[in-house]
């Protein structure tokens, strides 16, 4: 099996604008900002699934699962309700499971084209990977008699809604610094947090106008952790030099994701940047490597791991 | 002061067959009976006071000054306003419990207004008011702000309708507030402008709790009033609040009991981390603490100082914590009674809670992300078994988990048989026991059989009508049930009804449970506060039947869109002795 070909997907060198959207502006509004970075065709950026090594008609090249990057499609376990109403969106433990699986077990499994223009809507892609479907479903079976409609049932679990909201804390349009009266300002700060690092940063998207910009800045204020500047961080485990990390960020041992208005975690660079800021609640760095072998787990699971 | 001469003819109860003042057969006159009963607190007390004789109704009415009505519509402002002339605390609850989790259409009522309205008239010397699941208006805390010069204490416990503009004018006009506590109420529209509005001489405050409040916070004006008010002994801030700006309110407040930290993130300077560690440190009576949002490792350590004298310890919204770093907090809490946590902390936190607190009586575990369901984190039946084996005091548990076995339930209250409140919540509703894929029935029976004591049940998993069979013939002290997703028939509600003898809260949904399950009820509703039944088999004719039969009852039938006209999709039972609801809306049908 040829080595699958690495994409940059955090976008360090160019934007990651999205086509899986079927609404016509994103896809403008992806083409512009392409347009404003001066960088490649969009054909070259388009992330696409496939087996390593495989390729789709008509597309110049693509990504494979590479090292590290999980790229799933919002197939199981999200409910179809929400699927059709968030479009084309992937969630991230979606990503983990699929990357899982594609990556273990497919059999000349289906090449999921999800970068083309216009869009597939996830019920079209659903049909096109039964098996996966099945095993998940018999995974979830044991442990799931649920009525047959995965949409959520209203007041279950009966959980209050303060405590819903806990995992999504901040609204991005909150002022930083307390003290104003909270309404209008002209920050978006979210939080973004390393997996290894002892603390969380903030940072004001509004100060960033691209993925390229972000992506740099996120390696700066990220690099002392994993050069064991502070007590828990990955160079307590591996010592790790300065042009390492940058191989890591670059090299996608990392995944860069974030967690959206509707509390969903999705990978960053799939959407156009002002798409991407407006919904962006909050950022996570999370190491790849976790990502791919925790199938099927999440977030959480992740974060327990250190 | 005393509002108004004492009248003893005008008693409701003085029809007919009248004493007059003087009553040959009392052995106590009734100044001296009065004073007796001024010392009694407990509503329930007094209640069975109240029956035992007329001039002990009397007596116990005019010396009645706190006021608690757990139904707002079992009763009417006339009626209570006739029988207590002297009130000085209110305490009202509204709306069914499952409102809390979005069962109930919006403006299905329990406003306050009309309370208020009274208690101006009736009650000029209100000192303290305490609500849960109502619905108050900016008009209503106006009124309140206005009306009561003693004013002291306001309480609100998961309540709507309000926004920071009455906030504001309780802070305002309000001399004398002890309390202002918004605990859970969680509004869009309450910002945190309002804590800017005590007046600068203002200085009485003890306690305070903004924690639910969603914005932000004058810091300048909040540490003024905090430095001001030297009695302050409750202090609940929200997640806008920083750990320095947190220390800087430490300063002016050693003396607190009960802390409620805001974000519990921040990069510090190593002379930040200092300071807030000595302040910290100086908090030698803290006995609560809680908020502590987005806790990580790094700054759980400043909080070492501050644990020793910790009863209990609400990390429940804590969601960044992990087991490693939870068990190390643990091992600095010797004294905790009383646990609340997210289930990040897994199987190996409460692991750690078994060792660590010998002394522990409640435990709640909250699941930090309660809908992904096609992941297994969390905690499951090990995490229960281990604080069941090292808490032998245990008696108030809620837990969320994704799975159970009925053997664990067993062991569990075998090492734990003093349950007075047992909630368990198996997430995917009608899931068996995991291994041997049973239904959960042997589980709560094993709870009932065991712990005779057990006031309150929550149950869950897939359930026959076997578990209401244990249920209906054992607890016999059981006071709320609390049942979803379960039961095979009719005969299952019947059990519970036929049993349970000391029963006052039923809330059921999604059961197979109709017409001959209510029924079954119509003696029991009465002597209960209350019964909600929602999307069960039970149709407009059955609730029809009940309400003709008990004139005493309400039975009222909430409309919603879609569903079909003969069903009756969400019913809600209660006595009341003030007849059918005169603000109920139009989709509330009274039968």
Not at chain 1, 234 to 251: R, V
Not at chain 2, 227 to 247: A, F, G, H, M, P
Request: proline share 5%.
């Amino acid at each position: 099996m040829s080595m699958p070909q690495e994409h940059d997907y955090i976008g360090l060198s160019e934007p990651l604008p999205s086509e899986k959207s079927s609404d016509k502006t994103t896809a403008a509004a992806a083409a512009s900002n392409v347009e404003r970075n001066g960088v490649f065709s969009l054909k070259e950026t388009e992330l696409r699934l496939g087996l390593p090594g495989s390729e789709a008609p008509e597309r110049k090249g693509g990504v494979g699962i590479g090292i590290g990057i999980g790229i799933g499609v919002s197939l199981f376990g999200k409910d179809e309700s929400k699927c059709v109403k968030s479009g084309a969106k992937r969630g991230f433990s979606d990503a983990i499971n699929g990357a899982g699986k594609w990556g273990l077990s497919i059999n000349g499994g289906s090449e999921v084209d999800l970068g083309q223009k216009g869009g597939v809507n996830v019920s079209a892609v659903k049909r096109e990977i039964p098996p996966l479907e099945e095993r998940k479903n018999e995974a979830a079976a044991a442990a799931n008699t649920a009525p047959a409609s995965k949409a959520q049932v209203v007041g279950w679990p009966p959980i209050r809604s303060f405590r819903k909201n806990t995992l999504a804390t901040n609204t991005p349009k909150k002022d930083d610094v307390g003290g104003n009266s909270g309404t209008g300002t002209s920050c978006l700060y979210v939080k973004v947090s390393m997996d290894g690092a002892p603390y969380l940063r903030k940072i004001d998207l509004k100060t960033y106008c691209s993925y390229t910009e972000i992506s740099s800045a996120l390696e700066k204020m990220f690099s002392c952790f994993t050069i064991g500047q502070c007590g828990q961080g990955l160079a307590a485990k591996e010592n790790i030099s300065e042009s390492h990390l940058m191989d890591l960020l670059h090299g996608s041992e990392y995944v860069l994701t974030y967690e959206d208005k509707d509390g969903d975690w999705m990978l960053v660079g799939d959407v156009p940047w002002e798409m991407f800021t407006d919904s962006c609640r909050r950022l996570r760095i999370m190491k790849g490597s976790d990502a791919i072998g925790l199938a099927p787990r999440t977030m959480q699971k992740c974060k327990s791991q250190n | 002061m005393d509002p108004e001469p004492k009248k003893p003819e005008d008693s409701p109860s003085n029809s007919g067959n009248s004493h007059g003042p003087v009553h040959p057969q009392s052995p106590f006159p009734d100044e001296a009976l009065e004073k007796v009963l001024s010392f009694v607190d407990s509503h329930k007390d007094r209640s069975s006071i109240s029956l035992v004789r007329k001039d002990w109704y009397n007596a116990e009415r005019w010396t009645r000054s706190k006021l608690f009505i757990g139904n707002c519509y079992a009763v009417s402002p006339e009626i209570v306003a006739k029988r207590f002339r002297r009130i000085k605390s209110v305490t009202l609850k509204g709306k069914p419990r499952f409102s809390d989790f979005n069962m109930l259409p919006l403006d299905w009522g329990a406003d306050v207004y009309p309370w208020l309205v009274m208690f101006a008239k009736v009650y000029p010397f209100l000192e303290e008011l305490r609500l849960k699941r109502m619905t108050i208006t900016d008009e209503g805390l106006e009124l309140l702000a206005k009306s009561f010069p003693c004013f002291k204490a306001l309480s609100l416990s998961s309540c709507d309708g309000f926004t920071e503009n009455g906030l504001k004018a309780i802070a305002s006009h309000c001399r004398n507030l002890t309390e202002v506590n918004i605990q859970d109420s969680i509004t869009e529209d309450v910002g945190g402008g309002w804590l800017s509005c005590f007046p600068e001489n203002f200085s009485s405050l003890e306690i305070l709790n903004f924690s639910s409040l969603n914005g932000d916070v004058n810091f300048d004006d909040l540490e003024r009033l905090v430095s001001r008010c030297k009695l302050l002994r409750v202090l609940k801030v929200n997640e806008s609040i920083t750990l320095d700006e947190l220390q800087r309110l430490l300063v002016h407040a050693p003396r607190l009991t009960e802390l409620g930290t805001g974000s519990f993130l921040q990069e510090l300077t190593p002379r930040q981390y200092e300071e807030i560690e000595t302040a910290f440190c100086n908090c030698r009576n803290l006995q609560v603490l809680s908020g502590l949002w987005e806790a990580t490792s790094v700054y759980l350590p400043l909080l070492y100082g501050a644990c020793a004298s910790l009863t209990f310890l609400n990390l429940s919204v804590a969601t960044t914590l992990q087991s490693g770093e939870f068990a190390k907090f643990l091992a600095h809490c010797p004294n905790l009674r009383c646990l609340w946590v997210s289930d990040t902390v897994e199987d190996k936190g409460l692991e750690a809670v078994g060792l660590s607190c010998p002394l522990l009586e409640e435990l709640r575990v909250y699941p930090a992300d309660p809908y992904d369901r096609d992941h297994l984190d969390g905690v499951t039946e090990l995490g229960f078994l281990a604080v069941s084996r090292g808490c032998p005091k245990l008696h108030y548990v809620l837990y969320f988990c994704r799975r159970m076995t009925n053997a664990a339930v067993v062991t569990i209250v075998q090492n734990c048989p003093n349950f007075t409140h047992f909630r368990l919540c198996i997430m995917t509703p009608s899931q068996p026991d995991y291994l041997t894929n049973e239904p959960m029935d042997e589980a709560f029976g094993a709870v009932v059989k065991t712990c005779p004591k057990i006031k309150r049940l929550s149950v869950s998993g897939l359930l026959t009508d076997r578990t209401f069979e244990y249920i209906g013939k054992y607890a016999k002290d059981l006071e709320t049930l609390s049942v979803a997703f379960a039961g095979s028939s009719d005969w299952g509600m019947q059990c519970i009804m036929e049993g349970c003898p000391k029963l006052r809260k039923l809330e059921i949904r999604d059961c197979p449970f109709g017409d001959a399950a209510l029924l079954s009820g119509r003696e029991k509703y009465e002597m209960m506060r209350s019964l909600w039944m929602s999307a069960c088999s039970v149709t407009m004719k059955g609730c029809r039947l009940l309400a003709r039969e008990s004139p005493r009852l309400n039975v009222e039938v909430i409309r919603e869109e879609g569903g079909n006209e003969a069903q009756a999709l969400k019913v809600y039972v209660y006595r009341s002795v003030a007849g059918p609801r005169q603000d109920a809306p139009p989709f509330v049908l009274t039968l």
